[in-house]
């Protein structure tokens, strides 16, 4: 069976749709009875680190464009190829109405809130999840939202995203106080909020008030540092963190460079994550195989991720909040049974599995 993998919408590698698909595909075999292609737009090729082959398509830049291919073009694609199945990475920003061989759609939240943030593509959207054949999920949550929603549970696999371990582990840090980091150098100890800045729900401006609480509570030295990719909501953002009285104090990295960021990660005294809308949250598990304590929203599926390894709190309580950060910093037999929870925890998830159980169900379709 020849299976092919859509590398359109995934941003270059540079988002949560990319790093998905970079992971999968390092991951996915070449040959063998069972066996794998990457296709899309030529800027992708060299995008993505895998022995897969990479067949080119030229559709055009818009997304209207690569809709219009999906429908109307890829059907002489795929029986060109020989492709007995595709797999959407991107489906909940590219996903055809209409399906000439089968396919698979990977979903990374909560359609529910996808559909609400997009009016405008509503109908092709909730279109192409209805007639896609199976629609794969990496957390329970999601699939409840899925099932809410009326869809049949039948055409609905959990199958867990991984984490790198080779990049994400527990490591000897050296004493100094800067962490140097090209472009940056970030000065210790720090808490890190590893999220793009995209919108209320992810609760960075509750984050910045909950972190000045705290360090009027306890005067620690520790820093703030919101690592992400920014968006039109960074403006917000930015106002918060510089109007606060700890502004000297917080750190907002931008996107920052994936080969530099395990270390980021590893050199944080906690990761604090405080969005309510996360389906998948993949940074908590980073964290937590990097031997760093966490403290995360009450909200979405972080608990269900966390598994009873963090601190659990209220994103719309900034007492409650700053209270989460003084616990995972503070109570030291807390913390140490949360990074070694963590470190147990976190090595279940890998993407050697994800790629065999996400083979399984592309075969399972033919």
């Known amino acids: 069976m020849k299976f092919a993998v859509d590398t359109f919408a995934c941003d270059g590698g540079k988002s949560g749709f990319g790093s998905y698909l970079s992971n999968l595909a390092a991951n996915l075999p070449a040959d063998g009875e069972e066996r794998g292609v990457l296709f899309g737009a030529a800027a992708d090729r060299y995008t993505y680190s895998s022995e897969l082959p990479f067949l080119e398509v030229r559709c055009g830049d818009s997304i209207n464009a690569m809709r219009f291919w999906h429908n109307f073009s890829s059907a002489a694609f795929y029986k060109k190829n020989g492709i007995d199945a595709v797999l959407y990475p991107a489906a909940a920003r590219l996903l055809p109405g209409r399906f000439p061989i089968p396919g698979a759609a990977v979903l990374h939240d909560c359609l529910s809130v996808i559909l609400a943030k997009a009016k405008f593509a509503h109908r092709l959207t909730l279109r192409g999840f209805e007639r896609v054949q199976k629609i794969i999920v990496p957390t329970n949550f ?62 960075h401006i509750e984050l910045i008030k909950a972190f000045e609480l705290f360090k009027k509570r306890t005067d620690a030295p520790h820093r703030l540092v919101l690592a992400g990719a920014e968006s039109a909501w960074s403006e917000q953002v930015h106002k918060a963190a510089f109007e606060s009285s700890v502004a000297s104090d917080i750190f907002l990295t931008g996107f920052f460079p994936q080969e530099g960021f395990p270390l980021l990660c590893a050199g944080a005294d906690a990761c604090v994550f405080p969005s309510v809308q996360e389906g998948a949250g993949i940074p908590i598990l980073e964290a937590m195989a990097s031997g760093v304590p966490v403290a995360a929203a009450n909200a979405g599926a972080l608990p269900e991720i966390c598994a009873g390894k963090a601190v659990l709190f209220d994103s719309d309580n900034l007492e409650e909040m700053a209270g989460a950060i003084e616990k995972v910093l ?37």
Request: glycine share 8%.
């Open 142 to 203: 999601i699939k409840n939202d899925l099932l809410r929603l009326g869809f049949d549970g039948k055409k609905i696999q959990v199958i867990r995203h991984g984490i790198d371990h080779n990049r994400f582990y527990q490591r000897p840090l050296d004493d100094g106080e800067l962490l140097n980091l090209k472009p940056f150098a970030i000065k210790r100890p720090y808490i890190i909020y590893p999220s793009s800045v995209s919108g209320e729900g992810k609760k």
């Open 330 to 366: 503070g109570d030291k037999k807390a913390r140490q049974k949360m990074i070694l929870e963590g470190l147990s925890w976190s090595k279940k998830f890998n993407w050697q599995d994800c790629a065999r159980s996400t083979v399984a169900a592309l075969v399972s379709l033919t």
